[in-house]
């Protein structure tokens, strides 16, 4: 067993590393997959983490390494990670070495769904695979941010670029409540068990009515008070509103920071920073957020590499403290269209380093794998630790 848990250490930090340095491939090496399954290829509903344009190929979401630990597909032609077929099977290597064999990430079967008014539920929601119990939906409900025509988005973001780029090759758009509630039924009777509504800014910030008229009408499909769901938002000028969305019926909120220090923050998130009150009223939020929602039942998402690691490791940790969820879900890389593409990132190691920090901080202040998972958008890479550590993972294929 001891192993195992060495092999799936091993496994979390290839995927820490491969999510800074993307892999490189032949996309044919997918043809046959693809063919097979359609709905495997990627789709772009929000950001794109690829470092290489990949608008004219088909390539699949994600992979599973030997042990099981998923990864993220993001191609990178200067990767030292490489993918390579030999007699059908997929092998992951570095410098001539197998480091694994590979299993390209199946579709969700809501992908194979549409609503009613016959939009492809796979442009509604990005699903876990639903092994090792990944079994997340993630709704971004608009997949443009209005910061942009003010020329206020945070500098790492390309929601705006991965639309202009994928929407309507994909045929991604606005999505509205009944949209939205007719897949959360279809997923959450497909086992399916919790939702994160997402989006970027909409223009004068009327994210309330539509987060409010959103959990109404789940609600009403569901035929329950409340959904395991999040609603990730942006800190409300008036902070009493977070009480409207706890009524509404959503049992987390997501309230990204992105960066901790306050000097990074106004000039990596402009846009947050002047429209949202202010950099003080973020904290404020989440402070409120906590009494409204409970220790536990808050998150504050991260993206490392943007400012000093001790500056980062300084918010997680006072926050964390508090009972945030304070998470760094994607390692930052200077992706296509964001105003930082073409910049560098610190290395795989810094990466890793600060995720192990990250686990062990949440640990410290008594945060359980069942409250990151219901505060977390899908099976982010701190959800890996806690599996190993809590026993979930030390069989294969549960
Ligand atoms: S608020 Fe920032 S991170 Fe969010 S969508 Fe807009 S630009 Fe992107």
Redesign the pocket.
């Known amino acids: 067993m001891r192993n195992r848990k060495e092999a799936l250490y091993k496994e979390i930090e290839l995927r820490s590393n491969i999510g800074v340095e993307g892999v490189r491939f032949d996309p044919n090496i997918f043809k046959s997959v693809l063919e097979k399954d359609a709905n495997i290829a990627a789709s772009h509903n929000c ?1 794109d983490f690829s470092l290489d344009d990949t608008t004219n190929v088909e390539i699949p979401g994600g992979f599973r390494l030997d042990h099981g630990i998923g990864v993220q597909l993001n191609k990178n032609y200067r990767s030292p990670y490489y993918l390579e077929e030999e007699d059908g099977t997929i092998y992951l290597k570095n410098d001539g070495v197998v480091l694994s064999k590979i299993e390209v990430t199946k579709a969700s079967p809501i992908y194979g769904k549409n609503t009613s008014d016959g939009t492809s539920m796979k442009t509604i929601v990005a699903a876990g695979d639903g092994q090792y119990g990944d079994k997340q939906i993630l709704v971004a409900y608009s997949n443009e ?1 209005a ?2 025509d003010k020329g206020l ?2 500098l ?2 390309n ?1 705006n670029a991965t639309k202009d780029r994928f929407a309507e090759k994909e045929k991604i758009e606005w999505k509205n409540p009944k949209q939205i509630a007719e897949t959360v039924k279809a997923a959450y009777e497909l086992g399916y068990n919790h939702l994160t509504i997402t ?3 909409i223009p004068e910030r009327r994210e309330v009515e539509y987060y409010l008229d959103t959990a109404e009408t789940i609600r009403e499909y569901l035929g329950t008070d409340t959904f395991n769901g999040t609603a990730c938002i ?1 800190a409300p000028q008036d902070i009493s509103v977070l009480e409207k969305y706890k009524e509404a019926g959503f049992s987390t909120v997501g309230i ?1 920071l ?1 960066v901790w220090n306050k000097d990074f923050f106004k000039a990596i ?1 402009p ?2 920073a002047q429209l949202c009150g202010g950099y003080d009223n973020w904290i404020k939020a989440i402070d409120y957020a906590i009494q409204v929602f409970g220790v536990g039942n808050v998150r504050s998402n991260f993206v490392p590499g943007l400012e000093p690691k001790e500056y980062l490791l300084e918010g997680i940790e006072t926050l964390a403290e508090k009972g945030v969820v304070a998470t760094a879900a994607l390692s930052w890389v200077p992706n296509i269209g964001s105003k930082l593409e073409g910049h560098r990132t610190p290395t795989p190691e810094w990466h890793w380093d600060v995720q192990q920090k990250i686990y062990r901080i949440l640990r410290k202040y008594g945060r359980t794998f069942e409250q990151v998972y219901n505060a977390t958008p899908g099976a982010i890479l701190l959800h890996d630790f806690y599996k190993v550590e809590d026993g979930l993972l030390l069989h294969k294929n549960v």
């Open positions: 950001m941010c910061l942009k988005d945070c790492f973001c929601i989006g970027g800014f942006g990204n992105e998130c846009g947050k």
